[in-house]
């Protein structure tokens, strides 16, 4: 018998986040507390910029932005938030969104499947995601759910189940 294996990897769907945006923006437009104060969010390049005339108005902008991204299931670990900086008579504060797990993020990963994990599983690190793999589909669903108790500080997510 062949061996079961899935990946582990750390991907957003950039339309996902894209909506969220869009859906943020329409609601800061919309809403009489951000009137007349200068608030936007926007793309600037690959990451996203938020301006304000105000440090707290910038700080809520973000706060929608990101209850907008839970509504879309998209978790709060792929978003990496600055803090708000002075421009001229404005504030900005850029965010980026974390994909990829990183060579360290990998190994602690795989340590954990390791030492903590069934017998018989093997975990390899393959560029920006980890492949884990075992004779028993069991064994793999263990190596799921003891991943998914650890909180990690990133993003996970659990394709190509075969």
């Known amino acids: 018998m062949a061996d079961s294996s899935f990946d ?13 945006l869009n859906q943020a923006s329409k609601e800061i437009s919309q809403r009489y507390d951000f009137r007349g104060v200068g608030a936007a969010i926007a793309w600037s390049g690959e990451r996203i910029e938020i301006r304000a005339n105000a440090e707290e108005r910038a700080t809520a902008v973000l706060d929608i932005f990101q209850s907008k991204l839970v509504k879309r299931g998209i978790s ?26 990183s060579s360290d993020d990998a190994k602690k990963v795989a340590k954990l499947i390791r030492d903590e994990g069934p017998k018989g599983v093997k975990a390899q690190v393959q560029g920006d995601e980890l492949r884990v793999s075992s004779k028993s589909r069991d064994a793999l669903q263990e190596v799921q759910r003891l991943v998914k108790e650890r909180d990690f500080d990133f993003a996970l997510q659990f394709v190509n189940y075969r």
């Open 8 to 20: 582990i990897v750390s991907k957003v769907d950039r339309q996902e986040v894209d909506n969220a």
């Open 76 to 101: 709060l670990k792929a978003l990496e938030s600055g803090e708000p900086q002075p421009s001229g008579k404005e504030f900005r504060l850029y965010s980026t969104i974390k994909e990829g797990i």
